[in-house]
């Protein structure tokens, strides 16, 4: 049965206040796209890129293309109740479509006790705030992502009568929260997880982060037996501070964001501080959220297993493990942050326009959507985004350079890519006490989290695309 966390007449009260807000995203009927050139299922590359687009995944077929989280409780053991499937969400105003995109939200009316709640890893509790976790149905192991994104879970701020920023507020409405767009692997962590942008509690700027396990031929390390070491050679060094180096850490290999701004061709905004999460991110409309992953094509495979996988998570797993035939590195992850406006999250974007009217539970609006009309069913594109060149991207936020000790193809493959926004939990609750604006608050995460939520408005996603490109003769 679905989850169905609170009654119809509070969902309808969630949708009423949504659309009588200037700012806050309405669940409506999906946009109705043209197309062109969908009668071509073939993708041409960007004449300046190494990169072709295969998948693009955007309003037109998010949903279709996303599964809802269902298991009993949430991994990260947080104050969180996932809605189940689309229905539901849509019923009660948890998901829906926004200008230029879709919204994922929370609920931010009941109250909800968490007298009852346990937060022990082998209880299974009902109690948390509704929220919703959606992963992608297809896996990658390799390849340029490009997230289009306006809006991330935050705290309260302030706004002019037309729904435009104004000014934040105090940070105790972002205790509690732990929103993140992310990717896994099968069998964690041996598969790797990669954490774009992530956050809890008052944090002011993104965390950067690597999981996996350690590797076979060293001793230490909390997973799997072993390290797993990476360098940041190459991150932004006026932005970005590499706070752990080991991916096999409890913490992971860690690079936390210092100021969310740099130089135009970093990608990290050109004023103010901040503007790569939470406020400041949504302040400038968001941005452009890029991330290359590339394995060194020096390598030999020694066992069993293709290393490669496909668009499928039953492929095969690598078996063995790659041996660098040459240089030191065996490939990399790096990470750029194109605010809004910017040259390259214009390009990136794409800027192809449709305007719809449509009517949600009597309420009628005009949405105007940038999202690219070259597209065909199930994600499959017939024409490449200019400017996807990370050659061209400058110096990244963060970059995750990978060695023969820790070889990147045995230890991060067939990843899915996931948006949600959790409650405290395994980081934002474990957190709470050293943190002094939330001890404040309550004693408690769950306690605050369920008591007030009003706090909670700003805690959701507005995306309006993901792209996915793969090198020429590679497969994902």
Not at 53 to 79: K, M, R, W
């Amino acid at each position: 049965m679905p989850i169905f966390p609170f009654a119809p007449t509070t969902a309808l009260a969630l949708l009423s206040e949504r659309a009588a807000s200037p700012r806050l995203p309405v669940p409506h009927a999906a946009y109705n796209f043209s197309s062109t050139n969908s009668s071509s299922n073939s993708s041409s590359p960007s004449p300046s890129s190494n990169y072709t687009l295969v998948d693009l995944f955007n309003a037109q077929n998010f949903f279709s293309e996303f599964a809802f989280f269902n298991g009993p409780s949430d991994p990260t053991h947080g104050f969180v109740q996932y809605v189940s499937d689309y229905q539901t969400a849509t019923d009660t105003g948890l998901v829906g479509y926004a200008p230029d995109g879709v919204m994922l939200g929370v609920h931010y009316i009941n109250k909800y006790i968490s007298s009852s709640f346990s937060s022990s890893k082998n209880a299974a509790s009902p109690h948390g705030r509704p929220s919703v976790r959606v992963t992608f149905k297809k896996t990658y192991t390799e390849g340029l992502f490009i997230a289009d994104i306006y809006h991330m879970p935050s705290g309260l701020y302030d706004h002019d009568d037309d729904g435009t920023y104004k000014s934040s507020r105090d940070d105790s409405s972002s205790c509690g929260l732990w929103p993140a767009f992310w990717t896994f692997g099968p069998n964690w962590p041996a598969s790797g997880e990669i954490d774009i942008l992530e956050g809890v509690n008052t944090q002011s700027t993104n965390s950067i982060t690597l999981h996996t396990s350690g590797t076979k031929s060293t001793k230490k390390g909390s997973e799997g037996g072993g390290t797993c070491n990476i360098s940041s050679t190459g991150s932004s060094a006026s932005d970005t501070k590499l706070a752990d180096a080991d991916c096999a850490s409890n913490t992971g290999c860690k690079q936390d964001t210092t100021t969310g701004h740099g130089s135009s061709d970093g990608g990290v905004g050109k004023n103010g501080t901040g503007n790569n999460y939470r406020v400041g991110f949504n302040k400038g409309g968001g941005g452009i959220y890029a991330v290359e992953w590339w394995s060194s094509s020096d390598v030999v495979v020694v066992g069993s297993g293709d290393g490669g996988g496909n668009h499928d998570s039953s492929s095969g797993d690598g078996g063995g493990e790659n041996k660098d035939k040459g240089g030191g590195s065996t490939g990399f992850i790096k990470v750029w942050f194109f605010p809004r406006g910017s040259d390259l999250a214009t390009k990136l974007a794409g800027n192809t326009t449709t305007t719809t009217t449509t009517t949600t539970r009597g309420i009628a609006s005009s949405y105007s959507s940038s999202s690219s009309k070259n597209m065909t069913a199930g994600g499959v594109v017939s024409s490449a985004t200019p400017g996807a060149d990370p050659s061209n991207f400058g110096t990244p936020l963060a970059a995750f350079v990978f060695d023969r000790g820790c070889s990147l193809r045995d230890h991060f493959k067939n990843h899915s890519i996931v948006f949600n926004t959790a409650f405290c939990g395994d980081w934002a609750g474990a957190v709470w006490d050293k943190n002094p604006t939330c001890k404040g608050l309550a004693k408690k995460c769950e306690d605050y989290v369920g008591a007030n939520p009003g706090q909670f408005k700003e805690a959701y996603w507005v995306v309006n695309s993901i792209k996915v490109y793969q090198r020429h003769g590679r497969k994902s």
